[in-house]
């Protein structure tokens, strides 16, 4: 089956689960049922795969050169300037920029969705209630590999994720892996590649005023740059661990004090950062940072020992 239509009144097929728009729509029929639905030339594809037992539904809507769906095995492959956005379940909406993408379902109940050309990724800001809640991220690489099973995200391509707002982060690299919870909580971050991570940590807690009726003090946030071979940052533990050519300073801004800026070079480098409601027993809340390598280096500012 064959429809045609032109640029100002273009063939369409509409359905519960599919509803598109192009100049040419193909079918080809098996067994009484579409096995194959091709659309070339200006397509406007909407499709809503139900929800599997035990999985989510997903939405797509996309603007195309061309496309093709597969119903079983499920496979949409999307070509040419694509625009659009993919969302499963309540998460968050996926941007389609690239050239291509190819959507696949494993075990007919998980998408895979493979972007390449291009890929931006938006993720809404956490509503956690917490001092590390996340606020809006972008995702930027050339090609995006996400996994609905294992809540994976694959970023590779001058891959790049900028988080705004509280606890604010840019993080840059070759290639790089997200994982996330069953809630959609971002959990571990993993590079590949030389790797640069700016970040934002909370300031010190307000301190009241000396003076009945002065403003309360409040510090600005740490300032950390760090450049590795490679990082794992884990946010279960406020942990983030640097491998290889590690060069990196950050700046303590103290709510009564004065700036103290801090440099280090190594092989190895730790970060961590304990909020002060997290520090229980003998730990301290605030940043810590473990340096490791030969030959070490580390900047300080300079102390007045009252000799």
Same mark, same amino acid.
């Given at each position: 089956?064959?429809?045609? *239509? ?11 689960? !599919?509803?598109? +728009? ?21 397509? =406007? !594809?909407?499709? =809503?795969?139900?929800? %599997? ?9 996309? %603007? ?5 769906? &597969?119903? %079983? ?16 379940? @309540? ?14 379902? &494993?075990?007919?109940? @998980? ?10 990724? @938006? ?25 609905? #099973? ?27 892996? !997200? ?6 909580? $971002? ?14 940590? /909370? /300031?010190?807690?307000? +301190? ?6 002065? =403003?309360?003090?409040? *510090? ?5 740059? $760090? ?13 983030? &661990?640097?491998?290889? =050519? ?6 303590? @801004? ?11 070079? *190594? +092989?190895? #480098? ?6 002060? &409601? ?8 605030? !940043? ?9 280096? $580390?900047? #300080? ?7």
């Amino acid at each position: 089956m064959r429809l045609e *239509g032109t640029p100002a009144q273009p063939a369409r097929v509409s359905s519960p689960e !599919l509803d598109v +728009t192009a100049q040419v729509i193909a079918f080809d029929i098996a067994k009484g049922a579409p096995s194959e639905v091709r659309a070339q030339n200006s397509v =406007n !594809l909407k499709l =809503n795969l139900p929800a %599997r037992p035990g999985g989510e539904a997903t939405r797509i809507d996309v %603007r195309c050169a061309n496309a093709t769906l &597969t119903p %079983r095995p499920f496979k949409l492959v999307l070509k040419g300037k694509l625009n659009g956005f993919y969302q499963i379940g @309540n998460g968050a909406k996926t941007t389609l920029t690239g050239e291509t993408a190819t959507f696949t379902r &494993t075990d007919d109940k @998980n998408i895979i969705a493979d972007v390449t050309g291009g890929i931006t990724l @938006n993720v809404p800001a956490e509503a956690l209630g917490r001092p590390d809640a996340l606020g809006d991220l972008t995702i930027t690489a050339q090609r995006g590999r996400i996994n609905q #099973a294992d809540g994976s995200a694959t970023f590779s391509g001058n891959a790049r994720a900028i988080s705004k707002g509280a606890n604010a982060f840019d993080v840059s690299a070759a290639e790089f892996v !997200l994982t996330r919870t069953a809630d959609g909580t $971002i959990s571990t971050l993993k590079t590949s590649g030389r790797t640069l991570v700016k970040l934002d940590l /909370p /300031p010190e807690p307000v +301190t009241a005023p000396a003076e009945p009726g002065a =403003n309360p003090s409040l *510090g600005k946030p740490t300032h950390v740059e $760090i450049a590795a071979d490679g990082a794992v940052i884990d946010r279960a533990t406020s942990t983030g &661990t640097f491998d290889g =050519n590690v060069k990196g300073f950050y700046t303590l @801004n103290p709510v009564n004090g004065v700036t103290q800026p801090y440099n280090f070079v *190594g +092989t190895r #480098a730790v970060v961590r950062y304990v909020a002060p &409601t997290a520090a229980e027993g003998n730990a301290l809340s605030g !940043l810590s940072v473990d340096v490791k390598g030969a030959p070490l280096t $580390i900047e #300080a500012p300079s102390f007045n020992f009252g000799f």
